[in-house]
């Protein structure tokens, strides 16, 4: 057990000894490195704006799919928390499919309505699925999947407060402007309220929710030999995501570190507050 909290600790102590040193970047050239690498026709860029919060989207249906099948009949308002979690699971679905799938189809009428129908039969196709693994599987799956739920609503909400509160224009946006440095403001100078939200990323929040991986291995006892591959697959998916929204100008450098340790924060806190406690050793 100790080993194990030893190891979280050194992921936490890298990931804050990064973000600190990109952070103290940021505050001397946030502008200047927005300007060297702006190019909103970036491939990459346009991609992982489209795609780079798919993670996220995928966790949640299954982590419905889980409290879906694991609840017992018999536990208390059985019935309520079924139906909560098949309506939330096949929403979940819905959006999933009209967004990342169906998101290429000029018809926006006809994109809703393929991402309905995918989203219901591949919701009640899941939840089947589900139903077949065993009732200790999805026991143990079932504090994850409450853990993975509360991590993304403390993430996604944090997220959204703090660009509101910040109130700082996109370096796209000051781009139009007829002085854009001059424009500028640093990430330690929140403006409150001016309905620009460039501070912190919400697509960078939204990929570090791979680091939801890196607690399977609380679960699933076998996996610990692979925690090590997890954090660094979350490490990269997160930096790409980020990276590529500097690339087409939506976010700078203090946007993203900060929308990935927001991700770090309360995913790793959870973990430690929430799911350590409800797992079996």
Known sequence: MEKKKSGFKLYYLLFIATALVLMVVATMSDYDINASINNTSSGFGNFLADYGEMPLFLFLPFA????????????????VKKILAAVFHFVALVYFFSRFIMGEIENETMQY??????????????????????????KKLKPFAIYAI?????????????????????????????????????WYLPQFFTGDKSFPSGHTS????????????????????????????????????????????????????????????FYGLLRQVYLAKRVEN
């Open 64 to 79: 419905t799919a889980v409290l879906f099948s694991a609840l017992e009949k018999g536990a208390k308002a059985y019935l």
């Open 113 to 138: 309505v393929l991402g309905i129908v995918f989203g219901l039969v591949g919701g009640a196709l899941c939840l089947f699925l589900f139903s077949k693994i065993s009732p200790e599987t999805l």
């Open 150 to 186: 509360l991590g993304i609503l403390c993430v996604a909400l944090s997220t959204e407060l703090m660009k509101n509160i910040w109130g700082r224009m996109r370096f796209r946006d000051l781009l139009k402007t007829a002085d854009p440095a001059g424009n500028f403001t640093a």
């Open 206 to 265: 939204a990929a570090s929710s791979t680091l939801l991986l890196m607690a399977l291995p609380d679960v699933f006892k076998k996996l610990k030999k692979y925690e090590i591959l997890f954090f660094l697959f979350a490490f990269a998916f997160t930096f790409m995501v980020g990276y590529s929204r500097m690339i087409v100008g939506a976010h700078f450098l203090s946007d993203i570190t900060i929308g990935a340790s927001l991700g770090m924060l």
